[in-house]
């Protein structure tokens, strides 16, 4: 497993995902965050298929961070179930690397 982690999570529209971004960063969860806004989504909510326009934030932190990235994005999101994954970082600028590190410490 590795240390870095790029953060998805959908948001409901850029206001929302600037605000969490935003959030996020104020207490050195994510060391960044890049927003795009009005993707389409399409997706099964209680057995019926629903079409959106959604903004996507996309963020780097380190593996430490992720439980209380989880529960502020589940504290400031209007989904009852947001979506929040992680991926590995396993190669990269070593120097953006380590300046995630430093980014986010506490």
Not at 59 to 65: L, R, W
Not at 70 to 94: M, R
Request: aromatic share 10%.
């Amino acid at each position: 497993m590795s240390k870095f982690k790029i953060l998805y999570i959908t948001c409901k529209n850029n206001k929302e995902a600037k605000q969490i971004a935003k959030n996020l960063v104020k207490k050195k969860l994510i060391a960044c965050a890049n927003l795009f806004p009005n993707i389409s989504s399409i997706y099964r909510w209680k057995k019926k298929i629903y079409s959106s326009s959604e903004t996507v934030l996309v963020a780097k932190t380190i593996n430490s961070k992720i439980k209380n990235i989880i529960q502020l994005v589940k504290k400031n999101h209007s989904y009852a179930c947001p979506c929040i994954v992680f991926a590995d970082i396993k190669n990269g600028n070593k120097d953006f690397l380590n300046w995630i590190s430093k980014s986010v410490k506490s």
